[in-house]
């Protein structure tokens, strides 16, 4: 059991770049979620889903989209990065968001932008 | 909106003391989680308190919340260095339902001496 996957590990862009970072989660989880994580400031949602088809938006949405076209993917895309988006991001899963549950957090992706 | 504030932030102890984490949160929620970090790696759950007055313990750690006072408390008992690692608390926004929005602490950077 794989758990939540997340790929690259490490990637470096140069401001003006796209890229995707992708998200798996073989659980069957209804939830998932991004977050970034930076020294001093930790974890903030940038977005969320509570199911294939549906997203929102969390606390630091702009320069990220998402979307979630089935229930085990929900990739984080950055539309034109900045060096403000040099941060660790983090995708996560619970069940269904209903309260109670534990999230799962993924392995994280190490962004630098330059 | 909801504010978490986790403190200590830092923490140096030594082996075999006791010490408690404070996590003080500034509206209305009954679901609080804490997790645990080592350096470099991803976040684990460590425990979901979902109503006042609960508590749990999984070895050295014990967790409560009271919902009243709005604190929940990781204590950590006869302290060994594996412990050492960032301890985050996060609370569940009341404005979006269950856990579908965390908010985080900072966290607290623990280390256990010799």
């Known amino acids: 059991n794989a758990g939540v996957t997340q790929t690259p590990k490490f990637q470096v862009l140069k401001t003006g770049q796209s890229m995707t970072l992708q998200c798996a989660q073989d659980?069957?989880?209804?939830?998932m979620s991004w977050y970034r994580q930076d020294p001093g400031m930790g974890l903030r949602l940038i977005h969320y889903s509570v199911g294939a088809g549906i997203t929102d938006q969390g606390e630091v949405p702009n320069g990220y989209n998402v979307s979630r076209s089935t229930t085990e993917d929900f990739p984080l895309r950055l539309l034109s990065a900045a060096p403000s988006q040099t941060s660790v991001y983090f995708c996560?899963?619970?069940?269904?968001?209903?309260?109670?549950?534990?999230?799962?957090f993924g392995p994280g992706t190490r962004l630098l932008v330059l | 909106e909801l504010k978490v504030e986790q403190n200590p932030l830092f923490l140096s102890m030594q082996e075999g003391k006791n010490y408690t984490i404070y996590c003080n949160y500034s509206?209305?929620?009954?679901?609080l989680y804490w997790y645990r970090q080592d350096p470099g790696k991803s976040l684990e759950s460590l425990f979901v308190l979902l109503s006042n007055g609960a508590v749990k313990q999984e070895g050295r750690l014990m967790a409560s919340l009271d919902t009243k006072a709005r604190l929940s408390t990781l204590h950590i008992t006869a302290a060994v260095h594996d412990l050492s690692a960032t301890y985050f608390c996060?609370?569940?926004?009341?404005?979006?339902?269950?856990?579908?929005?965390?908010?985080w602490g900072l966290g607290t950077s623990l280390a256990v001496n010799p």
């Open positions: 996060a609370v569940g926004s009341p404005n979006a339902g269950n856990n579908r929005k965390l908010i």
């Open positions: 996560a899963s619970s069940a269904s968001g209903g309260g109670g549950e534990t999230q799962y």
């Open positions: 659980m069957n989880h209804e939830y």
């Open positions: 509206t209305t929620s009954d679901r």
